[in-house]
């Protein structure tokens, strides 16, 4: 794997770490190109780090009318669906900041596209829309969590979707609820500049492993993440002790 790997002692750590260098990375990207384009990501510990950013003195330094935001995954479930990672990071972050809404890029719902195919289909022509071209798609900043089989987004172990060539995937058997979900695909993410993945806790334990030791991305669809520039993997304390083979120096 090409990640620089950092333990921290737990959780918080991480959170608190993570949102510190992705708040950097937006305000510089503002200061320096004029815009900046975030990824986010769900989970106990992506909702964390968006909260940590809530938190920063260094979020009221950052002109967010400046800044788009995007998902690398979500669940085609109802809108107001508390399984919506959007919906919880509108509680954690969004709603807290002044971006206008216009800036933040909703994949579609349940309640309103007839279809997951439909929802991954809008989502991939909001992206050219933005970006004027599939050349042109950057983004400064992405977030991953891991799942405990190793899976990123909604790219999950020995589907199709790990080799699709379209911008975003339509998931339609997800191995955990709900099954129905829209993804970026590898292509999409190896659109970011810098990325951020980040796991904690035992159960992550075993795809730690199998990562830092030969699987491939059908396996384990970490290892297929690349950056541009650099990436980051950040694991805790509890995790890494549950590793077999780990770089701990």
Known sequence: MNFKITVLDDPESIANKVAEEVLAVVKSAVESRGSAELVLTGG????????????????TEIDWRNVHVWWGDERFVEIDSLERND???????????????????????????????????DYEADLLEHFGSKKTIYFDALLLGIGPDGHIASLFPGQETLDSKSLVVAVTNSPKPPPERISFSFKTITKANKIWAFASGAGKAEAINKALNGAQKHEIPLVGVFALDEQYLYLDKELAANTSTFPLD
């Open 87 to 121: 919906l919880q990071a509108v509680n954690a972050l969004l709603r807290h900041i002044s971006i206008p809404a216009s800036n933040i890029h909703f994949p579609e719902t349940t309640t309103n596209c007839v279809s997951v195919d439909k929802a991954a289909t």
């Open 44 to 59: 106990t510990l992506g909702i964390a780090v968006l909260e940590s950013m809530r938190n920063a003195s260094l979020v």
